[in-house]
């Protein structure tokens, strides 16, 4: 599907990347939990993928795709993402094989993200919360306690007992700053939220996360096979 649709609004999602929501018009995007779209502003030919960060449930009820773009040095997204609301951008998709499965034969689930990883599993992980009988895990890593994206939802949702949730900041930050789990994710870290082999994996974030996880979760008894892998820059 090719699309071009205005920029609704821009809202800060950390230092280092911004939530866009562009305005469908009305127009249906069906799409499965973790694909991803084109973008680039209406007229150019530069274009890069972006994970949609809102399940097809919430598309549907709000009419607008949500989209955590990460910013350069400069602060930017990059020539071909003008980050001004009404700016006109050329959409292409959805794309992507990285989805969730429908039906999914599993009732467990766990997410691992790093960085702005964390975008196409928030779609998987909101499309997996209307599904009966779902038990959910996220493990989510980042540099520093201010670069966890949707940080608020997901510790609200923690609170309610709707997700088990464990954050951890990779890099060194102030003793004031941050006084949860320090350093990259490990098996320890992994052991409670993985329950049995039978849980289905989803891990996506630098290549680095993306390489090891798998290892790390086949010594707690998930075999490849349940293990979903994307890398994200």
Do not use: N
């Not at 911004?18 to 779209?37: N, S, Y």
């Amino acid at each position: 599907m090719q699309l071009t649709r205005p920029i609704l609004d821009i809202s800060i999602a950390t230092p280092r990347a911004r939530i866009v929501h562009v305005d469908l018009q009305g127009t249906a995007f069906p799409f499965q939990p973790g694909q991803a779209v084109w973008i680039g502003a209406h007229g150019q030919h530069q274009r890069k993928p972006y994970s949609i960060a809102s399940s097809p449930e919430d598309v549907t009820r709000e009419g607008r795709l949500e989209l955590l773009v990460g910013l350069d040095e400069t602060g930017d997204a990059g020539d071909h993402f003008p980050l001004v609301v009404g700016t006109q951008l050329d959409i292409d998709g959805p794309v992507g094989r990285f989805t969730f499965p429908d039906p999914p034969m599993e009732s467990r689930f766990l997410f691992i993200a790093g960085g702005t990883g964390i975008s196409p599993l928030r779609s998987m992980l909101r499309h997996s919360l209307v599904l009966p009988h779902a038990e959910i895990g996220v493990m989510y890593s980042a540099r520093s306690p201010e670069e966890f994206a949707y940080a608020g939802e997901l510790e609200d949702m923690a609170k309610a007992g709707t997700i088990e949730l464990r954050m951890t900041v990779t890099r060194d930050a102030a003793p004031g700053d941050w006084t949860g789990r320090r350093g990259r994710i490990t098996r320890t870290d992994l052991q409670p939220l993985v329950h049995d082999g039978h849980t289905l994996c989803f891990v996506c974030g630098p290549p680095s996360l993306v390489s090891e996880m798998p290892h790390v979760l086949e010594t707690l008894g998930v075999p490849r096979e349940r293990v979903r892998v994307e890398e994200w820059a």
